[in-house]
């Protein structure tokens, strides 16, 4: 998963991937800048969770994030943590991030499908 996320081929050494990784990360302007980078006028925002996190009861749960611009309360990016529960200890961990982009210079989001608008 991580190295589609970055686009690198099949037997690329994870060095690599971590780098490539890494350097599109640093790029503030890219869809992830509004995190990476919060204080860029487009980094301005509000964190709303519309509902606690919810539990499956099956060691496995899911969060919802959404950031919305602090001035005019427009949804920017709705964010979803998918969370597995380690056996040894009952920690939960980060199993998968979801980010669903609806600013219209990134929309929906690379390697995304549009979700419909009244999501948002």
Do not use: H
């Not at 589609?4 to 971590?18: D, M, Q, R």
């Amino acid at each position: 998963m991580l190295r589609e996320s970055v686009g690198a081929p099949v037997g690329t050494k994870e060095e690599l991937i971590y780098r490539a990784l890494c350097k599109a990360m640093e790029n503030s302007n890219t869809q992830f800048g509004l995190v990476a980078y919060p204080d860029e006028d487009d980094g301005q925002y509000t964190m709303d969770f519309p509902f606690d996190t919810l539990d499956y009861f099956d060691g496995t749960s899911w969060l919802e994030c959404r950031l919305r611009d602090k001035d005019t309360d427009t949804l920017l990016v709705v964010l979803g943590w998918s969370f597995k529960q380690r056996e040894s200890d009952g920690a939960w961990l980060i199993d998968g991030i979801d980010w669903q982009d609806f600013r219209e210079k990134f929309r929906p989001g690379y390697g995304r499908e549009e979700w419909e608008r009244i999501c948002g």
